[in-house]
């Protein structure tokens, strides 16, 4: 399997939702050979800037507080690039940025769309990091979409957590927003988000 770019396999066309801003949609624009992908972690929504996105030039927000969330798990990385060399791919739920604090749930089911297929064009992957309440929604809409029972049950993610999930033969795991500036505000929740990384990470070792 050769090289694909994201974003010429995943587009939304009439952008329906009303309640984020269009202008800042954003689907990763990266080359990459999907089959080496074993573990997909998926955030909330995309920056309002798009040079806080993960894959944007210099250092960006979002991958300052990725980078700092896989040192607080135990890896010596740097950068979004040197995550992709180990095979973790980064997305958004959502792929327009917030107007508000929260994303209406008839949004994050419209973009579940564009997110099934872009899951889709990763044939090894092993395990899906939900990064809060926007991620473990979407793919709990695409299970529904599908016939399916939902992934992750209702209820607080420090207290569903510790359970164990799977989708489609992938171990799941429900846990906490690690990009943006809230990651290095909330010391409880980031200490949970390095345990999972770390739980996670032993799955495709």
């Known amino acids: 399997m050769g090289k694909l770019r994201v974003n010429d396999c995943v587009k939304c066309v009439n952008f329906p939702c009303d309640d984020v801003k269009h202008e800042c949609y ?49 890896r010596e990385v740097s950068s979004i690039q040197d995550l992709l060399d180990m095979g973790i791919y980064f997305t958004t739920a959502v792929k327009c940025g917030k107007t508000g604090y929260g994303v209406k749930a008839s949004t994050v ?30 793919l709990n809409s695409i299970a529904k979409r599908n016939g399916e029972s939902r992934v992750i049950p209702s209820g607080a993610t420090y207290k569903i957590r510790k359970q164990e999930y ?17 990651f290095f505000i909330e010391k409880s929740k980031r200490r949970i988000i390095a345990e999972d990384i770390a739980s996670a990470l032993t799955l495709i070792s």
């Open 109 to 138: 089911k419209e973009c579940s769309i564009l997110l099934e297929k872009e899951l889709a064009l990763f044939p090894n992957t092993k395990v899906l990091m939900l990064m809060g309440d926007v991620a473990i929604k979407a």
């Open 166 to 182: 799977v989708f489609h033969d992938k171990r799941v795991f429900p846990s906490y927003l690690q990009a943006g500036p809230s």
């Open 26 to 74: 954003l689907v990763p624009d990266i080359c990459i050979r999907p089959e080496l992908i074993s573990l997909i972690m998926i955030s909330e929504a995309t920056p309002e800037h798009a040079s806080d996105y993960y894959y944007a030039q210099d250092n960006p927000l979002f991958q300052q507080t990725t980078v700092q969330a896989f040192k607080d798990a135990g």
